[in-house]
Every structure is written in structure tokens, then in C-alpha cells.
């Protein structure tokens, strides 16, 4: 059909349907929307949009339909007022800390067995740039009290269950511990998920995530994510407006389209992960099992009160009996459903050697102190039929 407004072919190359159909239709799932930048039928509504007068979308960076959906999802899940998406689960931890003012003169308070590369942010970003951080055992809440007496600290930072060793944090002591010197409370609650806890009820100022993994539930989408106040909220869109971490919109769909399962994947995570601790417990070749929903954790029992009912999550840490990098590379090599791989959270079940992956960028003397032996083992349990998990691990442990 000839152009009727009769423009040339480069014109109509470059317009051409890219502005799709006039909508008079309501899609039932939110669409990807891959525009960068946005316009309005009256130029005044787009200057409103700019000055902060009115809601809408100008530019990609500051705002996006599809990554505000998600956005709005995880606020919901998490009982939080509003959320902000990053482009990773470290970008997520980075904003909020600056945020919440870290700052040269400012201390902040973390747990010593934090992910390795929240770690290292705090260890070999934030130190070099005048921060002062102290690492503890967020387990012993005297030594918070303490180090949050003696710095003042703008945050103490903590995971609902730690990653690698599983230690599960006293969230409303915790929360006391910081308000009472004036810090908040950051939660990474990538291991627990909105399934088992939601710490902003229970205390916490802002909550973190990796959507890599459960959010996302499906290795595929890399993603980050921080729930807080509205007020809190609009600090980190600031931040976020000048560094430029965001979400892209497919990866912002695909945490979506993960979460409306999250919980049926993360339910049966935790049934096969309790029956995998208790299998381990009595093999021989297992020195030690770290689950949550063993007796034996040090803190079985503040687990079954913040989250027992609902299960114990996917995730069980256990050491090799005798073993060093050369079993556990042994064990690995043996695996034929089990996959070694530096992620969590997947539909499939993953193993990962913590001593060179997640906490690669922490000393060995380090990893020692704070019990990341050489035998360990980290185990994110996928939803598969348990059976053949345990037949997997059996023939894998009888190698080792
Ligand atoms: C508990 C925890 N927090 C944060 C992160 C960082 O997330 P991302 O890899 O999405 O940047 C990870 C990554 O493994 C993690 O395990």
C-alpha cells in the first residue's frame, strides 16, 4: 500500500509499526516494554513527569513500565511500602547501602559470614573509600550490642540465613540492637525468601535481594532487588538515577514470571531439603550437616519460631568427612544430576565449593576463622524427586 502521507522509504523504514496498534484491549500479563525513552499527547504532561509533578515514565533510567511492575510484586510479597530493582543482587546491596549513608566517617556493622562478594564490597570498596566495618558473628548479639555502642554504625547488615553456613539471624534483637544506637537494619533475605520470612515485619528497615535467585527460580535472569519505605525508596531511586545500575525489562518479565511460582517451587524446596539433611546426617562419609531444620543447628530453634511452620528452606551446607578441594572436585565430577554450579535458588539442584567460588575473594585464613572449611560444600535443593537426588548424592559420596 502506498504511503498516503507519501514519505520515502527511509522514513517510513525508520516509523513504521513501531508504535504498534492503538490498545483497546487489556493484556492479562504485564508486557515487556523495551522503550528508552517515553512522550505524551501534551508536551506539559511530559515536563510534569520530569519535575516529579505528576507519574509516568520519561527516560529508562529513571523509571520503567515492566521493571515497576516487578517492583510493585516484590513490595507485596516482601509487606513493604515500596521497591526499587537494580541490575544485581549487588547493585541492590550497593545502593542501599549508600542510601542509608555509608559514607567516609560512617561505620557499618555486618556479619562475618555474609555472601563472599558482599563481603568484598564492604571489605575492598566501601573500606578504601573511608568506611569503617566491623565483621562479626551476628549470631552473638552482646558483640552487636557492643560494636553498635562503640561505632554508631549508619547500618548493620545481615542475612536471614547466611551464606554459606546457614546460621539463621535473630531478626527482632537484631532489630533492636541497631535502632537503639540509630543504625537500620539491612536484611538479605535472598536465602528465605518472602516464602519463609518477611523480616520488615518482624523489625528490619530494608530488605535485599538477589532476584537471581528464587525470585527468578530459573537460573536464567540476573537481577537485584530492595524493599523499604517509601521514604527510603526514593533515596535509593536517586542513587540509582545517577549510577545507572537498572533492571532491563525482559529480565525484570522473568523475575515476574518466577515469582508467580515462588512459592510452590520454594515449598517443595523445603520438603526435599529437610529430607536430604537428614539423609547426609547419617552417612558416613559426612562430617557435619548445616540445615536449619536439624536439631542439631545451633539455631534450630529461633529457626522453627521465625519460620519453622512453612519448612526450612532449600539450602544445606555439609563437609566431607576428611576432605579437601581434591574429594570435593571428586565428588563433584561424580554427580550425574546434581549440577556444580556458582548459582542458587534454580529449579535444578546445584552444588557449589564455597572456597573458590562464593567466597573466592575472602583469605583462606579468613574462610578458616569464621568455619568455611576445605571440605565444604554448599547444596541449593531444586524441586526434582527426591529419590533421585539421594541416589545421586549416594553414588557421588561412594567415589569420594
Ligand atoms: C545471599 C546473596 N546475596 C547477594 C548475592 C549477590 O547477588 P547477584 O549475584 O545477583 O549480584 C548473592 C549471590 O550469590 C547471594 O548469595
Excluded at 507519574?55 to 513493604?80: C, F, Q, S
Excluded at 548459582?343 to 579468613?366: F, Q, W
Amino acid at each position: 500500500m502506498p504511503d498516503p502521507a507519501g514519505r520515502r522509504l527511509a522514513t517510513r523504514a525508520a516509523h513504521a509499526g513501531v508504535r504498534g496498534p492503538m490498545p483497546d484491549f487489556i493484556p492479562t500479563v504485564v508486557p515487556i516494554h523495551p522503550s528508552v525513552s517515553y512522550m505524551y499527547e501534551d508536551i506539559s504532561d511530559l515536563d510534569g513527569v520530569i519535575a516529579g509533578a505528576r507519574e509516568g515514565y520519561v527516560y529508562a533510567r529513571y523509571g520503567n513500565p515492566t521493571v515497576h511492575a516487578l517492583e510493585e510484586a516484590v513490595a507485596a510479597l516482601e509487606d513493604g511500602e515500596a521497591a526499587q530493582a537494580f541490575s544485581s543482587g549487588m547493585a541492590a546491596i550497593h545502593a542501599a547501602l549508600l542510601a542509608v549513608g555509608a559514607r567516609a566517617g560512617s561505620a557499618i556493622v555486618a556479619a562475618q559470614d555474609v555472601y563472599g562478594g558482599t563481603y568484598a564490597l564492604l571489605d575492598q570498596v566501601l573500606r578504601t573509600q573511608g568506611v569503617s566495618v566491623r565483621f562479626l558473628d551476628a549470631s552473638d548479639l552482646q558483640a552487636v550490642k557492643v560494636a553498635c555502642g562503640e561505632l554508631s554504625p549508619v547500618a548493620v547488615l545481615v542475612e536471614t540465613v547466611s551464606n554459606p553456613l546457614l546460621k539463621v539471624a535473630d531478626l527482632p534483637a537484631l532489630a533492636d540492637a541497631a535502632h537503639n544506637s540509630g543504625a537500620v537494619l539491612i536484611v538479605d533475605n535472598t536465602f528465605a525468601t518472602p516464602y519463609l520470612v518477611r523480616p520488615l515485619a518482624l523489625g528490619a528497615d530494608v530488605v535485599v535481594h538477589s532476584g537471581t535467585k528464587y525470585l527468578g527460580g530459573h537460573g536464567d535472569v540476573l537481577a537485584g532487588v530492595v524493599v523499604t519505605s517509601a521514604e527510603l525508596q526514593a533515596d535509593l531511586h536517586e542513587v540509582l538515577k545517577v549510577t545507572g545500575a537498572n533492571l532491563g525489562p525482559q529480565e525484570a518479565w522473568l523475575v515476574l514470571r518466577g515469582l508467580r511460582t515462588l512459592t510452590l517451587r520454594v515449598r517443595r524446596q523445603c520438603e526435599n531439603g529437610l529430607s536430604i539433611a537428614r539423609w547426609l546426617v547419617d552417612h558416613p562419609k559426612v562430617a557435619r550437616v548445616m540445615y536449619p531444620g536439624l536439631p542439631s543447628h545451633p539455631q534450630h530453634e529461633l529457626a522453627g519460631a521465625l519460620f519453622g511452620e512453612r519448612g526450612y528452606g532449600g539450602m544445606i551446607s555439609f563437609e566431607l568427612a576428611g576432605a579437601g578441594q581434591e574429594g570435593v572436585f571428586r565428588f563433584f565430577g561424580a554427580l550425574r544430576l546434581c549440577l556444580p554450579a556458582t548459582t542458587l535458588g534454580d529449579v535444578c539442584t546445584l552444588v557449589l565449593y564455597p572456597a573458590h567460588s562464593s567466597h573466592r575473594a575472602v583469605s583462606s585464613g579468613e574462610r578458616a576463622r569464621i568455619g568455611i572449611g576445605d571440605g565444604l560444600v554448599r547444596m541449593s535443593v531444586g524441586i526434582e524427586a527426591v529419590e533421585d537426588l539421594v541416589d545421586d548424592l549416594a553414588q557421588a559420596l561412594s567415589v569420594v
